[in-house]
């Protein structure tokens, strides 16, 4: 029985829909996950859009695009869903993550599982937090230069036809290998790699003076640019050439707000789960997708129908994404130079363009707003170009901004980018990564939005660092501590957008080098190490001056006053805590703090007591082992 109406919904599926803008979505394949009581998915997802629809004409050179008897713009994209197969156990909520680069990391965030991109066994949905309460999980590709391998999912997208345009990439290698695969440049093969618009230059400094490399001294072939003499760890090359024919990435928008409107409200002849809300998550590039995605307007789609009900925008600072504009990076990580007004929801008047709009407030998006959640680690804040203080501070750095009232900020207290691994490592920085831990404050806060756009409960009060009582400072002015072999990080420079420094605003932090505001987890209420937002590069991959992309630090106490460095003005271990159930009580005073005020599940306390006893077996062991670094 089940077979057959598992069958019947695929051939139904298959049915053309009366929607304009999604034209047909084609199953390839569909499966029950072991006894979970869920379904996968997967196939593909076809596109009509019409360039000339004023919720259309903002994506940059759709005119330039093929269009059908009809007059609209076709393209495709992969598709993935997983979902409760007995429709009485779905809880109405469809949970749309932008997929990073292709992948798949709802179920890894949220659910402590093992991140697989095709999950089918139970131990594949980790430990049923998402699945338990029957949300719909959702993913459709919106990138286009994601290889279709791997289970990775991408978009086939249109083409901007008798165009031809010049291409740049940031690369900064850690050995002096001969070669390097330029990811940035995977949907860009070159037209003409002997042509004058082949450059490439080399730097010593984030905003040092440019050295063109003399052409006879490299090679490009596809993405990959060969060094014949081989890099100079630790330098910033800048890859020039010219393509023909891109891909139109903005469309990439379009795909995601079509699709998300597809699951809400379906059309005739298919099975969409037809769900009554969508919330989109969104991490790193992919929150700067989000980011991207509300300020151009693609929160209201071609009927004029709010898509998202939620948002949670997730390490993307003050950022957007290369995506709708020519010559779009969306795989770009170079360092500082992802941030461009507007940076808040608010409308604010930029000191160096002369612009007034703000990131919701302009006339694209402003009448249809979701409600909006904005985390940040202190990475955000310390480098990558995402300026995360901006989001709510004044873009000329002197004044605090209110959030709109359907927006809420958390900062992360003293977290990196993505949490490290456990125990912390010693990778590609002069410090041990970060392995601060923050996924159980997004269990918490995924569950606040859900209770905010179903029940109207409003959510635990935003916490992030301020001007007006001191907790966010000019990187001039952090009280950081001069710890023995560690850089300071006053030297990091600020951000630069057409040659004019835009503000550096840090968290400000206590004698031990703990941040002071946000979300403070039992790891900094009750620490057992400095936990930083910035790594500078170590001396084994060069560019000691530079800070390790998207990493943070964790400098151990010393655990006894024998076995403490000359000159660390921290205290020990011993002298913080008298014993170990002195320390865990501690803990779990914060733990509970933290329960009160909404920022983590009394469901997860055993889980954060559980990595407190850890970091003290951690340090009584003095235990520091060496790795890879985790995969961002």
Not at 257 to 271: E, S
Not at 598 to 614: E, F, I, P, T, W
Request: hydrophobic fraction near 40%.
């Amino acid at each position: 029985m089940r077979k057959a109406l598992l069958a019947a919904c695929a051939v139904a599926l298959l049915a053309p829909t009366v929607r304009a803008e999604v034209t047909k979505v084609e199953v390839k394949s569909r499966a029950a996950i072991g006894e979970s009581g869920y379904e996968k998915v997967a196939g593909t997802v076809h596109f009509a859009l019409d360039p000339k629809h004023a919720r259309n004409r903002v994506i940059v050179d759709l005119d330039k695009a093929l269009v059908n008897a009809q007059g609209r713009v076709e393209f495709s994209s992969d598709f993935y869903l997983l979902r409760p197969v007995d429709a009485a156990r779905a809880n109405g909520v469809a949970l749309l993550e932008v997929s990073n680069r292709g992948r798949k990391g709802l179920i890894g965030t949220f659910s402590r599982g093992p991140g697989n991109v095709d999950p089918s066994t139970d131990a594949d949905l980790g430990d049923g937090f998402l699945t338990h309460q029957g949300y719909t999980l959702a993913w459709v590709g919106w990138q286009f230069d994601v290889r279709p391998e791997g289970g990775l999912l991408t978009m086939n997208a249109p083409t901007a036809r008798n165009t031809s345009l010049v291409v740049r990439a940031e690369l900064t290698p850690n050995d002096r290998g001969p070669s390097m695969t330029v990811a940035d440049f995977a949907g860009y093969p070159p037209s003409d790699v002997s042509g004058p618009d082949t450059q490439l230059t080399v730097r010593t400094e984030q905003y040092g003076a440019m050295q063109t490399v003399e052409r006879a001294a490299y090679e490009v072939k596809g993405n990959t640019l060969t060094m014949k003499n081989g890099f100079e760890p630790g330098k910033i090359y800048t890859l020039a050439y010219r393509t023909a024919d891109p891909a139109i990435a903005g469309v990439g928008l379009a795909a995601y707000r079509d699709f998300a409107a597809w699951l809400k409200h379906g059309g005739t002849g298919d099975v969409s789960p037809r769900v009554k809300h969508t919330y989109a998550w969104g991490s790193s590039q992919s929150g700067r997708f989000l980011r991207t995605y509300l300020y151009y307007g693609f929160n209201a789609d071609e009927k004029d129908r709010l898509v998202l009900d939620g948002v949670m925008a997730h390490i993307a600072g003050a950022a957007r994404l290369s995506i709708n504009e020519r010559s779009a990076t969306p795989n770009a990580l170079a360092m500082f130079a992802a941030t461009g007004f507007p940076y808040a929801d608010r409308a604010t008047t930029d000191p160096i363009s002369g612009r007034t709009e703000g990131l919701l407030e302009n006339e694209r998006a402003k009448a249809h707003q979701p409600k909006v959640f904005y985390t940040n680690s202190a990475v955000e804040y310390w480098g990558g170009g995402r300026s995360a203080a901006l989001v709510h501070v004044s873009p000329d750095g002197e004044t605090d901004l209110p959030l709109p009232d359907n927006v809420r900020a958390y900062f992360l207290t003293g977290t990196q980018h993505s949490p490290s691994r456990f125990p912390s490592r010693m990778t590609q920085g002069q410090q041990p990564e970060n392995p601060v831990e923050y996924n159980y404050t997004l269990r918490a806060l995924v569950t606040a939005m859900d209770g905010w756009v179903r029940s109207g409960k409003m959510p635990p009060a935003s916490q992030y660092p301020r001007l007006s009582d001191g907790t966010l400072v000019p990187v001039g002015q952090v009280k950081f501590p001069a710890i023995p072999g560690v850089a300071s990080p006053r030297t990091v420079p600020a951000q630069r957008i057409h040659d004019r420094p835009i503000p550096f605003l840090v968290p400000q932090v206590d004698a031990d080098g703990n941040e002071l505001a946000g979300v403070r987890t039992a790891e900094i209420g009750v620490p057992v190490a400095t936990y930083t937002g910035w790594n500078f590069r170590s001396p084994s991959i060069g560019g000691t001056n530079l800070l390790v992309s998207l990493m943070g630090s964790a400098v151990p106490f010393a655990q006894t006053a024998k076995t403490k460095s000359p000159g660390d003005p921290r205290a020990t271990i011993e002298e913080r805590y008298a014993s170990e159930s002195a320390y865990m009580a501690a803990a779990t005073s914060t733990a509970d703090k933290l329960v009160a005020g909404g920022y983590l599940l009394n469901g997860d306390v055993a889980y954060v007591l559980k990595r407190a006893q850890d970091h003290w077996a951690n340090v009584h062991a003095r235990v520091v082992p060496t790795g890879t670094t985790a995969v961002r």
